[in-house]
């Protein structure tokens, strides 16, 4: 029943209260379910704008910053990099730039989207992972192959390559031959030219120890503000060229691609106008990959780790069942066969819910030791088994239940178990049922324990898993996988909402 009839409501104080009570329970919701947007949100980041708070990322609408997230993630977040390719002054010869990329050979160019040294994942990892899962079919014959011990093949990374490195040398060995392979099959997109006007700029940047204001002006344009704007000049001193030319790896003595562009079409490489038109032509595709990265890669990590899921899946099941079994024997036996320590024993019971789990983790932990149940379901699960406040609410709502339906039961001949099973259980299903979805929650969200007491990876659950991931992937990738992680449990939320009120409401009403 309504605590404000029908005709009540039509009052002018009626109405205003309602609508102070509907705004305050509204903004609550709004700031409940903001912190869950913004980490939803946050998953869709990547480096360069991962700590804005904004819900909907900027590079959604602004063409500007998509540009600059690709550009960033092309050249792996290197500044130097990105600031030297913009410095150049190059015509709009798109067409023939792209040709001329894929004429090159390999040791001309780098391939683009490589793993930044923050970051745990990119387009060249997931492109280099899918030939290769096409080539070998399992990761055993690609262990066998590279002589080595991946656990799957999102684990496996294309080699280092520093070909502007006079000290550089391959890896020799099968792995290096197809990455060879491999790279050849890269689009235009993927192939970043090795430019003689970047090993300079790398060249003097070391001569004078990054300080731009020592470079001597005969080295150095008017306009140049830093290193990565200087160009080659046409006239250098002879030592100072002679000691450049050391730094030049061998397979760069007759040029590099920047001088084979210079000399077959007479300008300089349209590196910035590129990458501008493909943003402009494939925003659409570069949003979604960006949108989606972090999210693929958390789905990859579980997969990986796939007995994960199977661990979490049997320890919230027995924890369930083992509450469901443990609390209502405990609160009956309290309710039908009270003692004169019944007062006491609630009392005790109440105690424990002033206590946080966290006091109690070691001296389980120790216990659990002695017992022999370290890495074990049971070490998961009998900690936990009952609960001081699920018997305490059990208790209250078994009291509540007419005594005329137990004394039916006795003059029928019923047993006790049959006045439990038959009687007690059927009319706390709804009590019974928000019992579940704690004892369900807790277990599923438990990690720090979790991790104590089953400390074998094989007996890891999944929040144990994500806690891991916390330790070395950045920001974005972290809350990419707690909006995942937080997924079964929003889900059982709202498809058990009624069971949750008449949990919380019933036991009041009776």
Known sequence: ?????????????????????????????????????????????GPTDQNDVSIIPTYFSESKELLAKYVDDKYSGDEGQIISTRALKSSDNAVDYGKFLESLPSEQWVAGFKQAPNQVTSRLNEKYQSWLRAKFGSIEKLNK???????????????????????????????????????????????????????????????FKNRFEEVPAELRTSEASRFEELVIPKVIAPDVWQEFQTKVPDRFKKGTAEESFRRQYGSEMPIAFVESEHVRKFGTTI??????????????????HGRAVLNTLIFCGLAILTQLIVNPLAAYALSRYPIRASGKILLFLLATMAFPAEVAMIPSFLLLKELGLLNTFAALILPGAAS???????????????????EAGQLDGAPETTLLMRIAVPLSRPVLGYLALMAFMASYSTFMFAFLVAQDQKMWTLMVWVYQLQTSAPKAVVMAALALAALPTLVVFLFAQKVIMKGIV???ER
């Not at 890269?186 to 090795?194: H, N, T, V």
């Not at 949003?287 to 990986?304: G, K, M, T």
């Open 287 to 304: 949003r979604n990959e960006f949108a989606s990265r972090n999210y693929r890669y958390v789905v990859d990590y579980i997969l990986i």
């Open 145 to 207: 192959a590279y002589i080595e011990e991946n656990v799957a093949f999102q684990t496996v990374l294309p080699p280092s390559e520093a070909l502007d490195r006079v000290t550089w040398k391959p890896m020799p060995g099968t792995k290096y031959t197809e990455w060879l392979e491999f790279k050849k099959t890269l689009p235009a997109e993927f192939r970043i030219p090795i430019r003689t006007t970047r090993m300079w700029q790398d060249f003097l940047k070391i001569k």
């Open 388 to 406: 001081g406040y699920m018997i305490f609410l059990l208790k209250g709502f078994f009291d509540s239940l007419p005594a005329e339906l137990y």
């Open 506 to 508: 019933l036991p009041g």
């Open 1 to 45: 029943m309504s605590l404000v009839s029908k005709v009540g409501r039509k009052r002018p104080r009626a109405r205003i209260a309602l609508f102070t009570l509907y705004t305050i329970l509204t903004i609550g919701a709004v700031t409940t379910l903001y912190p869950f947007m913004l980490m939803v949100s946050t998953g869709l980041k």
